[in-house]
Structures are given as C-alpha cells and as structure tokens.
C-alpha cells in the first residue's frame, strides 16, 4: 500500500535550518506531483511548495518563498524540503503530499519548532 513517511523535523532557533525528507513507497513516485504542507495550530493546514512529476517545476508559497527549496530524487522515491532563515511563524507540523489524478496520498507529518 501507499506509504509516505516524513523525518527530519525538530527545534530550532530562529535564522536556522532544516531539511525536511519524505520517503515513498507503494507507488509509482515518479509520476506523481508532490507537495509541502503545514498545518499550525488553530489555522488550516497550507500549502508551502509543489514539484512537477517529471519537468521538476517548482512553486511555492508567498510566505516561505527564497527561504524554502522544494527537490525530489526519483531514484530514491524521496522528496526534501531545505527550510532556511527560519522564522516562529514557520512553527507546524509539516506534511508530505502524493498526487496523480484521483491518487492522493499523505504522510503522518513532522513537528517543526522554530523558537529561542
């Protein structure tokens, strides 16, 4: 069955870094769009960045734009998320996103803290 499973969440202090991983199984990852999401508490959950299937095209949200670099490896069904300059604001928990035509699947999410 389809499976995604993010890593790479944490605490960390303002103006620092992550690198968010989601590692896929169960699919055929390369054909499928994948998205960021994050979900803070008490707001809905947002969409934070896409890449294309297979043209890699990238979009992202206003809010994490030239901060946050959405990249996928189609060899090791991974998609990544290098979140620089982080900011309280970037606090959520971060999911991962599968999509192909009616297919659409998601990951349990992973904590990240930005905070002093």
């Known amino acids: 069955q389809a499976r995604l499973v993010e890593s790479g969440g944490g605490l960390v202090q303002p103006g620092g870094s992550l690198r968010l991983s989601c590692a896929a199984s169960?699919?055929?990852?390369?054909?499928?769009?994948m998205m960021w999401y994050r979900q803070a508490p008490g707001k809905e959950r947002e969409l934070v960045a896409v890449?294309?299937?297979?043209?890699?095209?990238?979009n992202y949200g206003d809010s994490v734009k030239g901060r946050f670099t959405i990249s996928r490896d189609n060899a090791k069904f991974t998609v990544y998320l290098q979140m620089n300059s982080l900011k309280p604001e970037d606090t959520a928990i971060y999911y991962c996103?599968?999509?192909?035509?009616?297919?659409?699947?998601w990951g349990q999410g992973t904590q990240v803290t930005v905070s002093s």
């Open positions: 169960g699919f055929t990852f390369s054909l499928h769009r």
């Open positions: 890449i294309g299937s297979t043209d890699g095209d990238t």
């Open positions: 996103n599968a999509a192909f035509g009616s297919f659409d699947y």
